[in-house]
C-alpha cells in the first residue's frame, strides 16, 4: 500500500518524517526512539520566503562540473548570510531553491518586513552575480506568504514548519515573474508603511478554491516601520545598483575587519548621491543586527564650522540614548546629556573624566580648553570605541563633505590610523573635495566612488518610474534635457505636477491629457536652474517670502525662526506645509538627525536660487535679523561664532557703502575671533587661521590688528605654515612692541622662532629667542617665558648647543606655573641634557617622572617622549626592560595618532626586540605600514639581518637613499650595512668599509650612546662572522677615543666580545682570551640579548675545543645551538658546526 502525506496526497517515504513535496509533518508509523530532548509542535504566525533560481538549469548544462558546483555553492553561502543579516532562518534548500522562515524560533513584529527586503536583497545579489560570472539571463524569482503555520520547537532548520503557508509561498514563487518578488495581501498589509507595491492581479493556485490576489515588490520607502516615509513624489532608484552594492560591501567589509574605513562618495549637484546615501540607510536600518548610525552635515556658511558634522553626530547620540530616560530629557542641560552618555557607555570612571572635558569641548559644553589636537582626537576616537562596545558597527555619514573643515578631514585619517573597532564613515561631497586633500585619495582604508551621469537608458526608466505612460516623444525630449542628472527629471515632473498636467491615479502619478502634453509649448525651461526658477514664480506671494527668508537663514530652520523673520504671514504652518506639499521643503523625520523636526530645503539648488533673486538691501535687512534672531539665542558655546560672522560679512558686502560699515566690521571680527578660538582649541588650527585672516582684512583697529596678527602667526605654525607664520610673527612682534606689549610680543617672538627652526634656520631661531629672553627675563609672565625657552631648547637640540641651564629654567618655571603638561615637558628636557652629558641615572629619573605625570594628565605627547627615550636607552643595557618601555610607547602613540611618533616608537621597539631577540615579533611590526620612510631604513637592515641568519631571501627595499635618509648618519649607516649584506649574498663580496666611515659620522654626532652602540653591535657581528679584523680593530678604535663616558652595558658586552675574538687571534695568553669572552657572556646575559650571547657561547665554545677543553666547550656549544634554535637562525647554526668541523680536523 502506498504511502501519501496526509496534507497534499503526494506519495512519500515510508516512516518519513515530513513530506517531501510539502514539507508537512506527518504521523509517526512507530513509536519513537526516547531522545534527550522531545520537539514540541505550536502554530505561529510566520513569514515564509521561497526563492528559486531561474536560468540555472541551461547553465548547468553547458558549463563545467566543478564550475557549477563553484556557483552553486557561492548561491548557497549568499543566501544563507542574506537570510541571517535580516534576522531570518534557512529551513532549508532545495536543489537551487532555497527556502526561508521569519518568525521562528523567535517573532518579532517586523518579521513581514524583514523577509521582504530580504527577498529583494537577494534578487538584487544573484542579477549582480550572474553579471559577475558572465551569465547575464541568471535570475532569482521569489515568493513571500505570511500566515499561521505548524512550528516544530527545537527542531533545526529542515523541519521546522510546516502548513499552508508554506505551500502557498512555493507557488507564490513559481508564479512570479524572474527578478521580483511577491507577495501575498497579507505580507502587502503588514508592510506597506515602508514598502511601495504594485497590483499583478489574482492567480489561480493549487489548492486555493479562489484566485490569490498577489503584489509585487517595487521599492523600500522608507526606514523600519514606515518611519521617515516622505509624502509625494519619490523616484526609483535606477541606474546605481553597482554602487548600492559596493557601499554594502564595504560596510559589511567593516563589520569583519573590526577596523575603521571610509567611502568618498562624489559627484556633479543633483547626480544623485543624497538618494544614494538615503537607500543606504534604508538598508542598514532593516538589518537584524544593531548599528549605531551617526548623521552629520556640514554647514556651508562660515566657511566651514569647526567639526559642526561630528559634533552634530555626537549630539544626537547622547540625544537618543536619553530620550527615554525619565531623569534626562533630550532638551535638559547639554552637560547633563554629556555626563548620562558618559555614564551608559564609560565604564571606567577616570576614562570618563578623561572624556568629559574634551567631548565637551566638541559639543560646546563647559569652558573651551586649550587641549592638543592629538589628544581630543584620541578622545573623540575612544568615545566613538565605546559607543561601539567593541563590537556593534558605527556608522558616520556625513553630507556636504565639500564644506568640510580641514579638522574634521584630520579627525577622519586620524580614526583610520588607529581606530581598531568597526566604524565605517561616508562622505558625500560635490568634485574638488579629494583634489584639496589627496592624502584621503591615497590612504589605503579609503575608496572612492564617483557617480557618474546617468544613461540615456537609466534615464529613461527613471522617467518612466515617476510618471506612467508616457509618451515616447515627451520621454526622448526630457532625457536629451536632463543630461544625465536625476534632479533635472525630477524637478520636470514636480513643475507638471505644480500646474496639474501630472496627477495621482491608482496610486501613481499619470499625464492628466497624454495626447495634449507639449513640452515645447508650455515653456518647459531647458536647465536645471531654469526650472527651479519657474517654479518658485509660480508661487503665492506668502509662499515666496517663506522659501526667500529660509534661504538666508540656510538649508536648514526651524518653525520658531522662520515666525520671527515673517511676522506678517498669518497662518504660517499652513504656508509650510504647502511648501512641503509641493516639495520645496521637507520636515526631516529622522530620529538619529540633529534637525529632526526641522524644515529643510529638498535641494540645495532650490536655496541658491532663492538666495540670488534677493535684492542687496533685502539681503542685508535679512543677514542683521537672522544675526539678531541667533544672538537673542545667547550662545555661548562659540559653535555658531563662525556663522554669524559670516551674516553680518554677507550683510556688510551687500551694500558696503552704508554708514553702519564700522559697527558691521568690529561685529564680524568679535565673533571670527571666538570662532577662531573654538577652531584652535579643537584641534583645527588652519580653520582658525582662516578665520583670523579675514578677522585681520576686515580690521582697522591698530592695536587689535597686532594682537590679530599675532593670533594668526601662532596658528599658522601649529598647521605647518612656516613661511607664512614668520611674515606675521615679524609684523606681530614690531606692532606690539610699538604698544609696549612686553608679554605679548614675548609671546610672537618664541612663535617666530620656533616657526625658524622648523624651517631649518636653527641658528636664526635660536638668537632671536634668546635675545628676547635677555630682554625681558624678570618682565614676564612664566607662561610666555616658557615659549621663549621651550623655542630656545628646540634650535639648540638641533645645532648641539648645551641645554643644561635652559632645561633647568624650564623646569623651575613649569614648576613655578603648576601646569603638569609644562613640568613634565621640563623635565624632559633636563632629561635630554643629563642622558647625553650625564649623569646618566638622573636623566632616566626625570624621564620616569615625566611618564608618571603625563599619564596622570594622559598629555600623549609628553608621554610618548619619555616612554620613547627610555626605551631607546634601555635598549642598551636591558633590552627586556627596553622592550616594556617600548611596548608602552606604541600604545601611547597608537592613542596619539601623530604618524611620526606612531612610527618612531615602533622603531625603538623594533631594536629593543631586536636585541634581545623577539625576532618574530620585529618582523610583523618591520612590515607594517606604519613605518616612515626615514624609520624603514633601519627596520630594513634589521630585517636583512634576521632573515639571513635564518637562511631566508632577502633584499632591501628600493628607494631608500632618498635625500631625507642621507642627511641622517644613522640611517646612511643603516642602509650601508643593509647593501653590505646585499652585495655578500649576490656576489659574495664582504666589504664594510662604507659602513664604517658612516660609523665615524654616528659616533661624531652622538658618542657611544643611543644608536652608535645597536650599530656597533650589528656591524662588530657582521665583521666577526666575516673575518674582517681590519673593519674589528677600526670599531674598537672609535669606542677607545672616548675616555670621559663609561659605555652602556650592551656595548661593553659587545667590545669585550671583539677584544677576546682578536685576542685569540692574535695567540694572547689563554686567560685574557677566556676572560673577554666570559665577561662578553656575563654581559649579554645581564643585557638580556639571546642573539648576542648565543655567538658569545658558540665563540667561546669553539676556542675551549681548541683548547683541548671538550667537557666545558660541549656545555656552551649545547647552550649555542639551542638559543639558536629558539631564535630559528639556521644560518648561524650551520656556521658553527662547519667552524667545529674545522676544529676538529
Known amino acids: 500500500m502506498a504511502h501519501t502525506c496526509v496534507t497534499c496526497q503526494a506519495e512519500i517515504v515510508p516512516g518519513a518524517r515530513f513530506c517531501g513535496t510539502c514539507g508537512a509533518a506527518q504521523a509517526a508509523a512507530a513509536p519513537a526512539v526516547a ?59 532545495i536543489g537551487d531553491a532555497v527556502m526561508a522562515v521569519w518568525g521562528v524560533p523567535t517573532a518579532h513584529e517586523d518579521d513581514a518586513e524583514r523577509s521582504v527586503r530580504a527577498g529583494l536583497e537577494l534578487v538584487n545579489r544573484i542579477d549582480a552575480l550572474g553579471a559577475d560570472v558572465g551569465v547575464p539571463d541568471l535570475a532569482m524569482r521569489v515568493g513571500i506568504v505570511t500566515g499561521e503555520v505548524a512550528v516544530t520547537v527545537g527542531a533545526a532548520q529542515q523541519g521546522m514548519v510546516a502548513g499552508d503557508a508554506v505551500n502557498t509561498a512555493a507557488r507564490v514563487q513559481s508564479a512570479a515573474e524572474p527578478g521580483q518578488v511577491w507577495v501575498d495581501e497579507t505580507t502587502r498589509l503588514l508592510t506597506s508603511s515602508a514598502i511601495s507595491y504594485v497590483d499583478v492581479g489574482s492567480h489561480v493556485m493549487k489548492g486555493k478554491a479562489d484566485p490569490v490576489p498577489l503584489w509585487s515588490v517595487r521599492a523600500v520607502v522608507a526606514a523600519v516601520g514606515g518611519a521617515q516615509r ?18 554594502k560591501e564595504l560596510f559589511h567589509g567593516v563589520e569583519e575587519s573590526h577596523r575603521p574605513s571610509l567611502l568618498v562618495v562624489d559627484g556633479e549637484p543633483g547626480v544623485g548621491k543624497s538618494r544614494l546615501g538615503w537607500e543606504f540607510e534604508k538598508y542598514v536600518d532593516g538589518l537584524n543586527d544593531p548599528v549605531r548610525w551617526h548623521s552629520g552635515r556640514c554647514l556651508s556658511y562660515g566657511e566651514g564650522v569647526a567639526f559642526f558634522a561630528l559634533a552634530e553626530a555626537v549630539r544626537v547620540r547622547l540625544q537618543r540614548l536619553t530620550a527615554t530616560d ?5 532638551d535638559d542641560d547639554p552637560a547633563e546629556l554629556l555626563a548620562a552618555g558618559l555614564e551608559r557607555y564609560v565604564p571606567d570612571l577616570k576614562e570618563r573624566e578623561w572624556l568629559g572635558p574634551r567631548l565637551g569641548a566638541l559639543l560646546g559644553v563647559g569652558a573651551v580648553g586649550a587641549f592638543p589636537r592629538e589628544d581630543l582626537f584620541a578622545a573623540w576616537t575612544t568615545f566613538l570605541h565605546r559607543v561601539s562596545e567593541d563590537e556593534i558597527p558605527v556608522a558616520l555619514v556625513i553630507d556636504d563633505a565639500q564644506h568640510a573643515d580641514d579638522g574634521l578631514l584630520m579627525f577622519l585619517e586620524y580614526l583610520l590610523r588607529v581606530g581598531t573597532f568597526p566604524c565605517f564613515v561616508v562622505l558625500f561631497t560635490r568634485p574638488g573635495l579629494l583634489e584639496a586633500n589627496p592624502s584621503l585619495a591615497t590612504n589605503r582604508r579609503v575608496t572612492v566612488l564617483h557617480l557618474e551621469t546617468l544613461s540615456e537608458r537609466d534615464m529613461a526608466a527613471l522617467l518612466d518610474g515617476l510618471v506612467v505612460g508616457l509618451p515616447d516623444g515627451v520621454r526622448t525630449s526630457l532625457v536629451e534635457r536632463a543630461e544625465g542628472i536625476p534632479l533635472f527629471a525630477v524637478e520636470t515632473v514636480r513643475s507638471l505636477i505644480d500646474r496639474d498636467l501630472v496627477v495621482p491615479r491608482g496610486g501613481q502619478y499619470v499625464l492628466a491629457e497624454p495626447d495634449a502634453l507639449d513640452l515645447g509649448a508650455i515653456g518647459a525651461p531647458a536647465s536645471l536652474q531654469a526650472l527651479i526658477s519657474a517654479r518658485l514664480d509660480t508661487l503665492p506671494p506668502e509662499q515666496r517670502r517663506v522659501l526667500d527668508q529660509a534661504s538666508v537663514v540656510g538649508s536648514a530652520f526651524t518653525h520658531e525662526a522662520i515666525a520671527s523673520l515673517c511676522p506678517e504671514v498669518v497662518d504660517l504652518e499652513a504656508v509650510l506645509e504647502a511648501l512641503v506639499r509641493v516639495q520645496l521643503l521637507r520636515r526631516e523625520t529622522n530620529r538619529f538627525s540633529n534637525e529632526l523636526g526641522q524644515f529643510q530645503f529638498v535641494q540645495s539648488a532650490v536655496r541658491q536660487i532663492a538666495y540670488g533673486t534677493l535684492s542687496r538691501r533685502d539681503r542685508k535687512a535679512s543677514h542683521l535679523a537672522v544675526v539678531a534672531l541667533m544672538e537673542a539665542e545667547g550662545d555661548d558655546s562659540g559653535e555658531v561664532a563662525s556663522i554669524v560672522a559670516q551674516h553680518y560679512l554677507e550683510a556688510l558686502d551687500a551694500v558696503p557703502d552704508d554708514p553702519d560699515r564700522p559697527a558691521l566690521a568690529a561685529a564680524a571680527v568679535t565673533h ?93 631661531g635660536y638668537a632671536v629667542a634668546a635675545e628676547r629672553h635677555r630682554d625681558v627675563e624678570l618682565q614676564c609672565e ?44 621640563g623635565y624632559v628636557s633636563l632629561a635630554l641634557h643629563y642622558m647625553t652629558k650625564g649623569p646618566h641615572g638622573l636623566g632616566r629619573m626625570l624621564l620616569e617622572s615625566a611618564a608618571e605625570i603625563a599619564r596622570d594628565s594622559h598629555d600623549m605627547l609628553i608621554l610618548c617622549r619619555a616612554l620613547g627615550n627610555l626605551n631607546a636607552d634601555w635598549t642598551q643595557d636591558d633590552a627586556e626592560r627596553a622592550a616594556g618601555y617600548g611596548r608602552q610607547a606604541v600604545e601611547a602613540a597608537r592613542v596619539f595618532g601623530d604618524a611620526y611618533w606612531i612610527s618612531s616608537s615602533a622603531l625603538n621597539l623594533v631594536l629593543a626586540q631586536t636585541v634581545s631577540g623577539d625576532w618574530d615579533e620585529v618582523l610583523l611590526r618591520a612590515d607594517e605600514d606604519s613605518m616612515t620612510p626615514l624609520d624603514i631604513a633601519m627596520t630594513d637592515m634589521l630585517r636583512g639581518r634576521i632573515l639571513l641568519a635564518r637562511g631566508e631571501v632577502w633584499r632591501p627595499t628600493d628607494g631608500l637613499d632618498a635625500e631625507g635618509i642621507m642627511d641622517d648618519p644613522t640611517l646612511r649607516a643603516s642602509y650601508q650595512l643593509s647593501l653590505a649584506f646585499d652585495e655578500a649574498q649576490r656576489t659574495g663580496v664582504r666589504d664594510l668599509g662604507r659602513v664604517l666611515a658612516e660609523m665615524r659620522s654616528v659616533f661624531e654626532a652622538i658618542g657611544l650612546f643611543d644608536d652608535f652602540s645597536t650599530l656597533f653591535h650589528l656591524v662588530s657581528e657582521t665583521a666577526a662572522t666575516w673575518g674582517d679584523r681590519a673593519a674589528l680593530e677600526t670599531l674598537l678604535e672609535i669606542v677607545d677615543s672616548d675616555r670621559r663616558n663609561k659605555p652602556p652595558l650592551g656595548l661593553e658586552a659587545s667590545v669585550q666580545r671583539v677584544r677576546g675574538l682578536l685576542a685569540a687571534e692574535d695567540g694572547e695568553p689563554p686567560e685574557v682570551v677566556e676572560g673577554h669572552l666570559r665577561a662578553a657572556i656575563a654581559g649579554c646575559e645581564a ?50 658546526d662547519q667552524q667545529l668541523a674545522g676544529a676538529t680536523t
Open 326 to 330: 525619565d531623569e534626562v530629557e533630550p
Open 672 to 764: 571670527l575671533r571666538r570662532a577662531a578660538a573654538r577652531a584652535a582649541a579643537l584641534g583645527s588650527p588652519a580653520e582658525a587661521a582662516g578665520h583670523l585672516g579675514t578677522a585681520l582684512d576686515r580690521c582697522d583697529d591698530p592695536p587689535l590688528r597686532a594682537r590679530i596678527e599675532a593670533e594668526l602667526a601662532e596658528q599658522l605654525l601649529r598647521s605647518g605654515a612656516y613661511a607664512a607664520a614668520i611674515g606675521h610673527a615679524e609684523r606681530a612682534r614690531d606692532a606690539l612692541d610699538e604698544l609696549g606689549e612686553v608679554g605679548p610680543a614675548a609671546r610672537a617672538v618664541a612663535t617666530l622662532a620656533t616657526a625658524l627652526s622648523n624651517s631649518g634656520e636653527y641658528d636664526r
Open 35 to 93: 531522545s534527550p530532548v522531545q520537539a514540541v509542535a505550536s502554530r505561529r504566525v510566520t513569514s515564509v520566503l521561497f526563492g528559486d533560481l531561474v536560468g540555472f538549469t541551461s547553465l548547468s548544462e553547458s558549463r563545467d562540473q566543478e564550475d557549477v558546483r563553484e556557483l552553486l555553492s557561492t548561491y548557497f553561502d549568499e543566501c544563507r548570510q542574506i537570510i541571517a543579516r535580516y534576522g531570518g532562518t534557512v529551513e532549508k534548500f
Open 230 to 247: 516622505a509624502d509625494g513624489l519619490e523616484a526609483p532608484i535606477v541606474g546605481r545598483d553597482r554602487e548600492l552594492r559596493l557601499v
Open 1087 to 1136: 643585557w638580556h640579548a639571546r642573539p648576542a650571547l648565543a655567538r658569545c657561547c658558540a665563540d667561546l665554545g669553539l676556542w675551549l675545543s681548541r683548547q683541548g677543553r671538550p667537557e666545558e666547550a660541549a656545555v656552551l656549544l649545547t647552550r649555542a645551538r639551542g638559543l639558536f634554535d629558539e631564535l630559528g637562525a639556521v644560518t648561524w647554526a650551520t656556521e658553527l
Open 782 to 825: 612664566p607662561a610666555e617665558e616658557i615659549q621663549l625657552l621651550r623655542a630656545m631648547i628646540s634650535a639648540a637640540l638641533r645645532t648641539g648647543a648645551d641645554i643644561r641651564n635652559l632645561s633647568e629654567d624650564l623646569a623651575r618655571l613649569a614648576e613655578k606655573l603648576g601646569t603638569p603638561s609644562e613640568i613634565a615637558n
